[in-house]
């Protein structure tokens, strides 16, 4: 026998699986991207809007905290909210109003647990309101970037 500590394999691999599956599990939070490309053709109903934009967001899955950058082009005065839950052929009430409206809008917001779950699912879309167009002028789904 050499020298040194011999360990019996059995009850030491016994005993490393049962210290990990008691070990607590730990969610590991990630940095998703996404995106949305603001025009009158995806207002619902379709604008003649020729205001065009893009909203960018980085979401981090551990703090909530969600990036964004919303510029947007051809509308001198609106109203920028994030709306849902809705696909990209439905309407739905805002859930989170920017708090301004001029173009370049970028901030940091933290979402309820439900928002971000509504965000990461593609339940959520961006709307530039403008007088001109009641209904909404420009509008783009949220959506992950690979």
Sequence with gaps: MP????????????????WCLAAPSVAQAATV?????????SAIPP???????????????????????????????????????????ENAPVVIPFPTPQSPLNGILVLSAGQGDLLLSGKLYVEVHARSFGGGAIRGQIEKQP
């Design 3 to 18: 020298n040194g500590l011999v360990v019996p394999a059995k009850p030491f691999l016994i005993f490393a699986l049962a």
């Design 33 to 41: 991207s996404l995106t949305a490309y603001l025009s009158g053709a």
């Design 47 to 89: 604008s003649q809007s020729t205001a065009f934009g893009e909203a960018d967001f980085t979401y981090d899955t551990k703090t909530r905290e969600l990036t964004y950058l919303v510029t947007y082009e051809g509308i001198p005065s609106a109203q920028v909210e994030i709306h849902g839950p809705a696909d990209a052929a």
